[in-house]
């Protein structure tokens, strides 16, 4: 891959949002280019397009575009996403040639809206002992990475927030929808809460709901 000012720039980038988080992008297509390079990135994370390689880019063809009727991705996070449509060249050696464009004309964004995590926390005493048992389930409606969530121990009442009490991670990463926990043995005396890790961040991606 090798950057070129020799092609015409792209124009009228816009994107679509389905309700199940389908993203449709459409464009203008420069007279005499038949492929185009598009690079989806996290509006935070955008790499600079001569610090782009291949691996970061999806070549996409006149041809599909037709067929499809635009370029459709499934967006799996929440938050800001932009996307840049490079016009491509292909020599008959396969060496592909890309317009290093200047404005904007090829750059669109979209704003997610946040995702919902449903959870619920049911206790179940013992008859003889001092413990009890906690079931924690789960439903979310897009994947979380097993840092987003935590779980908080406390003893003698419910913890308020993550620092109220002995904090734990989730095991692994969380798939869309319903998942239900192996039991945990906890202190008769003692609470547990859910929250997210970093509020900071993840709760500008997700809403955290008690069932």
């Given at each position: 891959?090798?950057?070129?000012?020799?092609?015409?720039?792209?124009?009228g980038v816009k994107?679509?949002?389905?309700?199940?988080?389908?993203?449709?992008?459409?464009?203008?297509?420069?007279?005499?280019?038949?492929?185009?390079?598009?690079?989806?990135?996290?509006?935070?994370?955008?790499?600079?397009?001569?610090?782009?390689?291949?691996?970061?880019?999806?070549?996409?063809?006149?041809?599909?575009?037709?067929?499809?009727?635009?370029?459709?991705?499934?967006?799996?996070?929440?938050?800001?996403?932009?996307?840049?449509?490079?016009?491509?060249?292909?020599?008959?050696?396969?060496?592909?040639?890309?317009?290093?464009?200047?404005?904007?004309?090829?750059?669109?964004?979209?704003?997610?809206?946040?995702?919902?995590?449903?959870?619920?926390?049911?206790?179940?005493?013992?008859?003889?002992?001092?413990?009890?048992?906690?079931?924690?389930?789960?439903?979310?409606?897009?994947?979380?990475?097993?840092?987003?969530?935590?779980?908080?121990?406390?003893?003698?009442?419910?913890?308020?927030?993550?620092?109220?009490?002995?904090?734990?991670?989730?095991?692994r990463d969380i798939?869309?929808?319903?998942?239900?926990?192996?039991?945990?043995?906890?202190?008769?005396?003692?609470?547990?809460?859910?929250?997210?890790t970093d509020t900071?961040?993840?709760?500008?991606?997700?809403?955290?709901?008690?069932?």
């Amino acid at each position: 891959m090798e950057w070129t000012n020799e092609l015409n720039p792209i124009n009228g980038v816009k994107c679509k949002l389905e309700d199940d988080g389908l993203c449709v992008l459409t464009w203008n297509w420069p007279v005499g280019v038949q492929y185009v390079y598009i690079y989806g990135f996290d509006l935070e994370s955008e790499i600079a397009p001569e610090q782009l390689s291949e691996s970061d880019l999806k070549l996409f063809t006149r041809e599909e575009y037709k067929a499809k009727s635009g370029y459709s991705t499934r967006l799996e996070r929440t938050g800001g996403y932009g996307f840049r449509i490079f016009p491509c060249l292909k020599s008959a050696g396969n060496q592909i040639s890309v317009l290093l464009q200047q404005d904007d004309g090829n750059f669109v964004k979209i704003n997610t809206k946040k995702a919902r995590i449903h959870y619920s926390i049911k206790y179940k005493k013992h008859w003889f002992g001092g413990k009890k048992s906690v079931i924690i389930k789960i439903r979310s409606e897009v994947y979380i990475p097993n840092q987003t969530l935590c779980y908080v121990k406390k003893e003698g009442a419910r913890p308020l927030n993550r620092e109220d009490g002995l904090l734990y991670r989730f095991p692994r990463d969380i798939q869309s929808g319903a998942h239900t926990y192996p039991k945990i043995e906890i202190h008769k005396s003692d609470s547990i809460g859910i929250f997210l890790t970093d509020t900071s961040v993840s709760g500008k991606l997700y809403d955290l709901i008690p069932e």
